[in-house]
């Protein structure tokens, strides 16, 4: 089996519970990664911090400076919870941080790339976060949705698969409409859809549903794929989520490419 390279994205929603990070949850993250890492290449974004630094200063993330100082805060501790869970399957990682000028020029975008293919060829999984602590307003996606889905086009990935604490895309905000009806595979999405007010379901969350179609569209844009299910079960349906990333038969979100483009 060829090996894949797979990007996994963990929401806020998933990797928090009341204002911290949910152990547990994240415990059943690092085992599934290291159990795909076994057979594919895995990147890894995550969001997390601002919540993370919450649990130690009680600034109002609100405000600029009380967010990148939460942001500084929670970084260090979110990723010294990674290298304890991950340390438990001796798998190496490094912490990359990015903001939107990472991808806006070719040299840095190069230089992103190369650090990418570097980490992996040594068998380290790259941890990446938005840079939100010395970025200016201009210089952030605001969301690891968007982040994650440009990480997975620059670095050649075969699939973005988004972890949130919803198992899919609906007709309808599932929160609100008890009727809502999955969509299980999608391969178009309406200028109105991208432009609907933001929904997220989490205090620290940024996006809701908007920024994942924007994610997917993007993909869609650029012939890739993108998986969006729930991040609370994976440990339960681990097998069978490995089985539908390799496969592309997953029930979630897939974006069907129009053609493919190699930049690796
Ligand atoms: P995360 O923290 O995982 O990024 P968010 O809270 O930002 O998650 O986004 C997921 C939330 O988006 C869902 O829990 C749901 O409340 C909301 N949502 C709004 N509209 C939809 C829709 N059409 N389909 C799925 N989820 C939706």
Redesign the pocket.
Known sequence: MKKKRIVFK?????LTESNKIAKERMLNLVSLIAEVRRFHEVILVT?GAVAAGHTALKLDRKMQIGKKVLASVGQPLLMSSYKRNFDIYDVEISQILLTEDDFDSRKRTEIFQQIINTTLENNILPIINENDISSTPDQVFG???QLSAHVAHYTNADVLV?????D?????????NPD?NMLKVVSSISDEALK?Q?????E?????????LKAAKYLMDNGREMF?CS?YEILRRLKIFCSAICTKKGRSLAQKPNRTTSNR
Do not use: Q, R
């Open positions: 963990v929401g806020n929603g998933v969001s969301d690891n949705d988004i972890l949130s604490d919803i899919g895309y609906y007709d309808s905000n599932p929160h609100e809502a609907a933001h929904s997220p379901n989490n620290f969350a940024t996006g809701g549903i908007v920024t994942k969006l991040g």
